[in-house]
């Protein structure tokens, strides 16, 4: 399965999913900040071959099918508007009408990265997010198309938008979030987390008890929701302590680690105002 992943990741950059299983969002992960797979090569012996990729991918679906903390930083999340029936119409209109735009789309997108290509060594973040270079060619190119700052403004309110879909939709991160509502710092191990998560789970039956396994896997979606609980301002460290070498978890609250989100993008500045512009949006590198 992993040789035909790097293989078609190599060559396409669209797939359409259901929710994604663990495996397959792993590896959407590497394919996204690159990955590679090495085999051997066929019909020989000895030697190696190197399947590397790196692409925009693009996942489709009714459902949100992004449920894991850390495709979901690597992602921009966007919510069409539903087509209403006096909107509607044949594809072939819809082709012909994106024929006649296409030179103005693929001129303003080539003008866009010959001034991302003139500013790049200028553009500067106050905060570098996961997708550090995604973000920072964006920021060169966008003085292009919309003012500066943007860009940044809206990819916050998208991370922030997509942070909360997946904390809630993610037990034990939701049951952390819940402990630290009243108190700045939790201290533990595994196994003391994972009761006071039972307990909370029992008060409701919506969540059940089938992600309670045991403290190695509660710990292990811990790290994996570490990101996006970070953002909320919940810091968790890993540690051993005593001559026994005991895990440890400690969870503690830190404001400053927030991400910023807005509820509407500022829009491009005439005469020193502004006015309302759309969101911004992209696939990260």
């Known amino acids: 399965m992993t040789r035909r992943f ?10 359409r999913s259901r929710p994604i299983t663990q495996t397959l969002s792993d590896a959407f992960c590497r394919l996204a900040t690159g990955g590679s797979f090495a085999v051997r090569q066929l019909y020989t012996d000895d030697e190696e071959v190197l399947f590397e990729a790196t692409r925009p991918i693009l996942l489709n679906g009714i459902e949100e099918v992004i449920s894991r903390p850390d495709l979901g930083d690597r992602a921009i999340f966007l919510t069409l508007t539903p087509i209403g029936e ?3 119409r044949p594809e072939t209109e819809l082709w012909r009408e994106f024929e006649i735009a296409r030179p103005r789309i693929l001129g303003a997108l080539l003008d866009a990265v010959v001034h991302g290509l003139r500013a790049m060594g200028g553009a500067q973040l106050d905060r570098l997010p996961r997708m550090a270079d995604f973000a920072v060619w964006v920021t060169a190119c966008e003085t292009a198309l919309w003012p500066a700052g943007t860009f940044a403004r809206a990819y ?12 809630e939709a993610d037990p034990i991160a939701t049951c952390v979030r819940a402990i630290m509502v009243d108190r700045t ?14 307990e909370s789970a029992r008060d409701d039956v919506s969540r059940g008890l089938a992600w309670a396994k045991n403290p190695r896997a509660l710990a292990g ?3 994996r929701a570490q990101t996006f ?5 919940i ?3 890993f540690s051993r302590e005593g001559r026994m070498g005991t895990r440890m978890i400690r969870v503690s609250t830190n ?5 910023s989100t807005v509820s509407i993008v500022g829009g491009a500045r005439t005469n020193g105002s502004a006015r309302d512009q759309p969101g911004v949006a992209g696939v990260p590198d």
């Open 221 to 223: 979606r811990l790290r």
């Open 235 to 237: 810091e968790i460290t």
């Open 86 to 88: 006096a909107q509607r």
């Open 6 to 15: 790097y293989a078609y990741g190599a060559r396409s950059a669209a797939r």
């Open 185 to 198: 710092i939790w201290s533990g191990s595994a196994s003391d987390l994972l009761h006071l998560c039972v």
């Open 156 to 167: 916050a309110a998208n991370r922030r938008a997509a942070i909360d879909s997946i904390i």
């Open 229 to 233: 609980l970070r953002a909320l301002g």
């Open 255 to 259: 404001v400053e680690n927030c991400v």
